[in-house]
């Protein structure tokens, strides 16, 4: 029996799921589990940001590899996937220097309009189709070259792709991820080179993208000592919400939310939407599997839920959360996408400053919620209006397709036909992935009637 392993790392938390297929079925099992958060450390520039703790979750990554070969199941293949955006600059010994940044750290304040004074962003995004985020790694590359930490660097690797080069010793850049830099050009899928050279950047740091199911190299003989075994690496998409789309189990190209942390809604598309009516929409084009491109939005998502519960100290769970927001109904109107709910000292104050009110803890679950289902309408219906298509069907994927009070709320807002499922998206798309690499299933489409197969889909 042939094992694949991916290994999710999100922002609060990663794990390790394995799999294999039996019977037409992909099967599969978490078997690690770790935390994950940034942290305030002294960065590059002596000054304190918010950073990941890049060496604790390599150590994490290989924790689970070696749990992989005591339960007796020794993986064929592995691959990585964390969010977009963030990266790793190498110098000649190949170490991160200066650590890891994170995105909502606040550096790229100085560096957006700097940016924008060289390149419009009404460029950027005629070239990229990246939509405006104030964490996008165009701005935070400025930052670099303004702190001198680019000039010592031989090598960007976004998160993944430093994770797999750790792993194998191999260098790959996956365009899925590369198009979250919004510094890939929509038309060529390759790098833009007159973003790079009008900003400064190091054009030696951007190499060849690589495709999804691509093979990037095995384990050196360091890891193999450490876990007990050599494995193959395969890319997954490494960006999460680009790998939980292809689990999707969408009928030709119907919309999604991939709901968790943040909630990216979109549709697959052949080519990039780089039209005014949709950068005036927020609409992003990030790059799928051969070349395709996920129209999409950022939209907050539970995030705000998830800092108020742990503004509670985790006293209630999000079970008892929603039960508590059903029997509390309130009418007021939040936007759950204004820039105050990125990274606020306290989401609670945050919440009930917009509101004019104290809520109760009822009260403030509901208003997240209901408010985060009207958003939601109204970026399908500015999605309609972008793309001059209607949808019938919205599919909702990942761990958030596991709120029923939500998935209500946006049936009743949306009108749509909502498909729920599967909640472990992006795992299963980074699995699917890794066995098309290998060989055990043809494409995306093969891979997607096996998930529908194995996995909980259900409408709502």
């Known amino acids: 029996m042939r094992y694949y392993l991916a290994i999710d790392i999100g922002a609060s938390s990663g794990r390790h799921i394995i799999a294999y297929l039996e019977n037409g079925k992909m099967i599969t099992e978490e078997i690690y589990r770790f935390q994950n958060g940034p942290e ?9 940001h918010l950073m990941w703790t890049h060496e604790r979750l390599f150590n994490e990554i290989l924790n689970g590899l070696k749990k992989a070969k005591e339960i007796g199941k020794v993986p064929y ?6 969010w977009g955006v963030d990266y790793a600059l190498l110098d000649e010994n190949d170490q ?16 957006i309009p700097a940016v924008h004074e060289k390149l419009p962003f009404e460029k950027l995004f005629a070239k990229t189709g990246i939509a ?5 790694t165009v701005y935070q590359l400025l930052d670099d070259v303004k702190s001198g930490r680019m000039a010592k660097a031989k090598s960007l690797l976004m998160l993944p792709d430093y994770f797999h080069f750790r792993l194998t010793g191999v260098k790959k850049q996956e365009y899925c991820n590369a198009t979250t830099t919004g510094m890939v050009n929509a038309v060529t899928h390759t790098w833009d080179e007159e973003i790079i050279e ?62 968790g942390t943040w909630s990216l809604l979109g549709v697959e598309q052949n080519n990039a939407h780089t039209s005014k009516s949709a950068l005036d929409a927020g609409y992003s084009n990030e790059g799928s599997l051969n070349k395709t491109v996920r129209l999409q939005i950022n939209i907050m998502g539970l995030w705000m839920i998830q800092q108020v519960r742990h503004e509670l100290d985790d006293k ?17 109107e939040i936007n759950v996408n204004d820039q105050r709910f990125l990274a606020p000292e306290n989401m609670t104050a945050e919440i009930n400053a917009a509101v004019g009110k104290e809520l109760t803890v009822g009260e403030m679950a509901y208003v997240i919620y209901n408010n985060l289902a009207k958003y939601y309408d109204l970026a399908l ?22 709120n029923g009070f939500l998935n209500e709320l946006t049936k009743k807002y949306t009108g749509k036909q909502i498909i729920t499922g599967p909640a472990e998206g992006t795992a299963i798309g980074n699995l699917m992935m890794q066995m098309v690499g290998g060989g055990d299933v043809a494409d995306v489409k093969e891979g997607r009637e096996i998930i529908t197969r194995s996995f909980d889909i259900a409408e709502v």
């Open 381 to 402: 219906k500015a999605l309609e209006e972008v793309t001059g298509e209607k949808y019938d069907t919205l599919n909702i994927i990942g761990g958030g397709s596991k």
């Open 96 to 111: 991160a220097i200066g650590g890891t940044y994170c995105y909502r750290d606040s550096r790229t304040e100085e560096t």
């Open 316 to 332: 209630y769970s999000f079970v008892e959360l929603v039960n508590m927001a059903r029997e509390n109904p309130v009418d007021y």
């Open 132 to 136: 405006f985020a104030s964490f996008n």
């Open 198 to 259: 009008t900003l400064g950047y190091k054009k030696e740091l951007f190499g060849e993208l690589a495709q999804p199911g691509s093979f990037v190299g095995e384990f050196t003989d360091e890891v193999a000592a450490i876990v007990g075994y050599k494995a193959k690496v395969f890319l997954p998409a490494t960006h999460d919400t680009a790998s939980a789309v292809l689990a999707a189990p969408l009928k030709a190209q119907t919309p999604y939310i991939s709901s």
């Open 77 to 82: 293949s592995v691959g990585i996937d964390t």
């Open 40 to 48: 305030m450390l002294t960065a590059y520039d002596g000054k304190e």
